[in-house]
């Protein structure tokens, strides 16, 4: 009798902890540290879906690529290991092509394109073919408007390119662009900072965020404000994982992620004018109106490479350039 009031309080007791504890635990990677664009992302989204979920799915953040490389966490969301992350849209490419569409070179010109491409039924064309590769694309987060850093000259032309070791990321379309504008184009993960110092490579491009976050005004004398892609974010989840959740779930973690999204591009174009002028301050020298038609002329005939010659893509690229 004693051994059956026993047993019958256990069953209770884990029947209510099960339901009083987080019953989701997500492992949500980035490849950048904190005060980084993916991290204030993750970090608004765990804040959020704490709160609204009643504490019943809780979100950790591994940062600082510990679970590994851009690449490398794709494959591990690919197998349910990692359930979400926030990745650079340059090394999708070699998961699937119709992400090379976001990573032409000046395709959208201004935030509010960025927005309204992204946010629309091109950008969830992109995510939902992303399905095929086992990755669940949940929305766009903002990187923002690559520019040219390096340690060798200041850049106004495309001549100036000429030669620069630029490390890229792993990405087929980021190299071309690359190699049309003349440089020496070299595929690093992330992160640098130590090739930059040492002089592995002259130089990098990203976001003005990075220059900041990751000092690379201690290492890099001159900047142009190149804005040649505006690199986006995309916020994915495990697709096995994703259909394993209730529709409810699904649509509350969809909401806040986007939610989180919205947040972080905001808070990341409110800090860019002051960057500028930390930058300048810190003593880069930075070319602000280089010879954009220059640049664009370089790269106006990539669209016929062999990377876009897949129908989807190809038509999608049509189409977004078209449209903006
Ligand atoms: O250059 C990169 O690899 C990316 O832009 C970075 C810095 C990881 C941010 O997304």
């Given at each position: 009798m004693k051994k059956t009031v026993l047993f019958i309080a256990a069953v209770a007791l884990l029947a209510f902890t099960g339901t009083a504890m987080a019953d989701i635990n997500i492992k949500l990677a980035v490849v950048t540290k904190p005060g980084s664009a993916q991290n204030i992302v993750a970090a608004k989204f765990e804040e959020l879906i704490a709160q609204r979920s009643g504490g019943n799915i809780s979100v950790k953040v591994y940062h600082s690529a510990s679970l590994g490389n851009e690449t490398e966490i794709l494959q591990q969301i690919q197998m349910n290991t990692i359930q979400m992350a926030v990745i650079t849209?340059?090394?999708?490419d070699t998961f699937?092509?119709?992400?090379r569409v976001v990573s032409y070179?000046?395709?959208?010109?201004d935030y509010a394109q960025a927005d309204a491409i992204l946010d629309g039924p091109l950008g969830a064309e992109i995510l939902k073919s992303l399905e095929r590769s086992k990755i669940k694309g949940l929305c766009f987060s903002e990187n923002g408007f690559r520019n040219l850093s390096n340690n060798k000259r200041p850049v106004n032309t495309p001549e100036d390119v000429k030669g620069l070791k630029i490390r890229v990321m792993s990405s087929t379309i980021h190299k071309s662009i690359w190699q049309a504008l003349g440089a020496n184009p070299t595929p690093m993960p992330w992160p640098i900072y130590t090739e930059l110092e040492q002089g592995v490579i002259d130089g990098q491009e990203n976001p003005l965020w990075v220059m900041e976050v990751y000092k690379f005004y201690e290492i890099q004398k001159y900047m142009t404000m190149t804005r040649h892609v505006y690199s986006c974010h995309i916020d994915v989840a495990s697709l096995d994982w994703w259909n394993s959740l209730n529709p409810a779930d699904q649509a509350l973690i969809q909401k806040t992620i986007h939610d989180a999204a919205v947040f972080e591009r905001q808070d990341n174009r409110s800090k860019n004018a002051a960057r500028l002028a930390m930058l300048k301050e810190k003593g880069m020298q930075i070319?602000?109106?280089?010879d954009i038609q220059a640049f664009r002329a370089r790269v106006a005939?990539?669209?016929?490479l062999d990377l876009y010659s897949d129908p989807q893509v190809k038509a999608l690229l049509e189409k977004i350039l078209d449209a903006t």
């Open positions: 849209g340059g090394p999708f699937d092509p119709i992400v070179p000046f395709l959208l010109k070319v602000e109106n280089p005939d990539l669209k016929n």
